[in-house]
């Protein structure tokens, strides 16, 4: 799927990209945080759960004539919203797989989250794997349950970008978002700005509006 950049937005050499970001993980991983970060370089230690999905925007200046514009889908990392992801991952652009380093098993379930993009998303998306809560590790390194070296290993052989991140001390997270808008297909843009896909949050609480915006968690 082609990023859309507005006509307009060429006029004097400079270009504006808009592309679609998923978040996928399991609960606690700290998506949510995450992005909190980046979009509003906040970080909040008591933040409830992702209800369906949160959505999000932010910009990235490449330099000083190229933006790049994020429509990011923070998804819930539950097995009941497991069945959603697919609405919110499809004609994605890119995604960011998110891990815990302090947790044992959270390695395998990102990669199979890479397996299931790898084989149902656009074939030209691009994957970023992110090992976050690297301020646990550095306060207290036995806390450290992945090795550094195998994730990166891991993200080598499966074609991913790779970054170990901190939303609570910010550590990497310009410089996850930033890598992947440089990987994007800017030169490969289209002429109008067409939103596609789901444009609001999906809330499952019965007493939900139906949509959950960027307040929604850490998980």
């Known amino acids: 799927m082609a990023a859309r950049v507005p006509a307009s937005a060429r006029a004097g050499g400079a270009r504006f990209a808009q592309f679609k970001l998923v978040l996928l993980g399991e609960s606690a991983v700290g998506k949510s945080s995450l ?16 209800i369906g999905a949160a959505f999000l925007t932010q910009t990235i200046a490449l330099d000083e004539n190229t933006t790049v514009k994020f429509e990011i889908w923070d998804t819930a990392g539950q097995e009941r919203y497991k069945s959603l ?9 890119c995604a960011v797989v998110v891990y815990d380093i302090s947790q044992a ?3 395998d379930k990102a990669k199979a989250w890479v397996k299931e993009l790898q084989r149902q998303a656009n074939e030209n998306i691009v994957i970023a794997l992110a090992g976050n809560k690297l301020d646990l590790v ?7 349950a992945i090795q550094t070296e195998d994730a990166e290993t891991y993200a080598k052989e499966a074609g991913l970008l ?8 910010s550590e990497n997270v310009r410089e996850l ?16 700005n067409i939103r596609s896909g789901p444009r609001a949050g999906v809330d499952l609480r019965p007493e939900a509006s139906g949509t959950q ?4 968690c850490s998980c």
Not at 35 to 50: G, H, N
Request: aromatic share 12%; glycine share 4%.
């Open 162 to 169: 790779f970054f170990e991140t901190s939303a609570k001390t």
């Open 35 to 50: 992005v909190l970060r980046f979009v509003k370089d906040q970080f909040d230690d008591y933040r409830e759960s992702t």
């Open 177 to 192: 978002f930033t890598e992947i808008a440089k990987k994007l297909p800017l030169d490969q843009a289209g002429p109008r």
């Open 85 to 93: 992801a697919p609405m919110y991952y499809r004609n994605a652009n």
């Open 138 to 144: 550095t306060e207290n390194p036995s806390k450290r």
């Open 105 to 107: 098993q959270s390695l």
């Open 213 to 216: 915006g960027a307040g929604a």
